[in-house]
């Protein structure tokens, strides 16, 4: 006798015994199918993380032709798709001379992060610097580098070295600022405060998500250039959390290109869309100062299994397939026009506070109980009833959105066809104006 899977296993970020979802058996671009047959469209690469869509025949096919030739071997020894992929990493973030450390994901990437940052910085237990409202995965120390309300009772930041500083939240903006350029440079400001109160000698480093985020804040443009020169002038290095907003997210392939050689961080961190989540990878990219400043040193960190050869081969397969489909260029115009349309519906539907995002396919949609006074649906990080409404009607008319707090966050993988993307727009306005009537 088969048990049913609420039964027998422990869900991640569930009540088990709320737990009761439909199970997968299969997948094609954007859409999942389900055991029941029904299929379903996915507006947020599940958790952000399927950018090329559900099982994408290039990555399928790297796995199997990987799988017959070489499986595992530990980091100890060499391994061809891991050197393949390093190379292939530092050419596309123009980070040569660097070095990268592979990872099983994001918050084990997060940590190595910020174990090398410290170490090249000679810094053993230097203070790290990170903002409120942010997310860095559900380790202890990444739950520490978090400010997420979710879990801050469970961890204290300070017995990890870690401060956190106010968020560029240019809508609720936490220096009073209705300048949103202004509200992106007193953000940074206050890293550089917090740098200056410590003493720059005390601090190792800065990590910050440089745009998309589970958070649904959108920085202002003016920060991040502002903040990479406030810690380049401290001496502190500056870690870029690129676990979500790499790969095309944010319309390019990391998401601090954006603003060119004035946003390149010390370090960043990758994951999700580096394998276009079909095998779990995450990877800390280091340049060539801070390999530098290692190269001679014991690097006391890793695990079993990074820099597994089979998903170094699906990291190798998911940057040929971002190139062949042009779908980095696909999801910076996809996502221009996603938020033309979001701003629409902003016009139609007054529980629509504020709309973000916009740079690939990556959009905000914050809801508001009134919009004169901005005043939230429900408190941070409740979800509203009627929001929570809302996304199981979508689910059983064939749509998945995500949702947190008073936000809906629309990811969808970068292949969606434009006519699915119009369908999903279309639904959500009939179920905005259902759920929420003015």
């Known amino acids: 006798m088969v048990m049913a899977e609420r039964d027998c296993v422990l869900h991640s970020w569930s009540v088990q015994a709320d737990w009761d979802a439909p199970t997968v ?3 094609e671009g954007a859409r999942l199918r389900l055991a029941d047959g029904r299929q379903i469209l996915d507006m947020s690469s599940l958790a952000e993380c399927s950018n090329l869509g559900h099982q994408h025949p290039r990555l399928v096919a790297a796995i199997r032709e990987q799988a017959q030739r070489l499986c595992f071997v530990t980091n100890a020894w060499g391994a061809t798709p891991r050197v393949e992929l390093a190379q292939a990493l530092l050419d596309r973030s123009g980070f040569e001379g660097g070095r990268v450390f592979f990872t099983l994901g994001g918050a084990d990437a997060n940590e190595n992060a910020v174990k090398i940052a410290r170490q090249a910085a000679g810094k053993p237990r230097g ?10 995965g559900a380790s202890h120390l990444a739950m520490a580098l978090s400010g997420d309300t979710r879990t801050r009772a469970l961890v204290d930041p300070e017995a990890f070295g870690v401060h956190h500083v106010p968020p560029p939240y240019a809508y ?3 220096f009073g600022s209705s300048d949103e350029t202004q509200c992106g440079e007193r953000a940074a400001d206050a890293v550089a405060d917090r740098i200056d109160e ?5 601090v190792a480093a800065v990590i910050v998500e440089p745009n998309a985020g589970t958070n649904g804040i959108v920085a202002p443009d003016s920060y991040w250039p502002a ?3 406030r810690t380049a002038q401290r001496g502190v290095w500056l870690i870029a959390d690129e676990v979500m907003s790499a790969f095309g997210r944010c319309g390019q392939w990391f998401a601090w290109q954006r603003h060119g050689e004035a946003g390149r961080p ?6 999700k869309g580096l394998t276009g989540a079909a095998l779990p990878l995450g990877a800390v990219v280091l340049s060539r100062e801070v390999a530098a400043r290692i190269e001679h040193e014991m690097l006391y960190t890793g695990l079993t299994y990074c820099g597994h050869p089979l998903a170094c081969a699906a990291g190798l397969a998911a940057l040929a397939a971002y190139e062949e489909g042009d779908l980095i260029e696909r999801s910076r115009s996809l996502g221009a026009a996603l938020l033309a349309q979001m701003r629409q519906l902003q016009h139609r539907h007054p529980v629509i506070g504020d709309v973000r995002g916009g740079h690939g396919l990556f959009a905000v949609i914050e809801l508001v109980a009134d919009r004169e006074t901005r005043a939230p649906l429900a408190p941070w990080p409740q979800t509203p009833p009627a929001l929570k409404a809302l996304v199981d009607e979508a689910m059983a008319q ?4 995500a949702t947190r707090g008073n936000l809906i966050l629309l990811a969808p993988p970068l292949v969606i066809g434009e006519g699915e993307l119009a369908d999903a727009v279309a639904l959500l306005d009939r179920l905005l104006a259902r759920f929420f009537p003015h």
């Open 266 to 271: 010390d370090l960043m961190t990758l994951a």
């Open 127 to 136: 203070a790290i610097i990170a903002r409120d409202r942010s997310y860095h």
């Open 198 to 202: 410590l003493g720059a000698e005390q």
């Open 172 to 174: 609720r903006c936490p």
């Open 398 to 401: 064939g749509v998945s959105f």
């Open 25 to 27: 058996v299969g997948g």
């Open 227 to 229: 903040l990479r020169h």
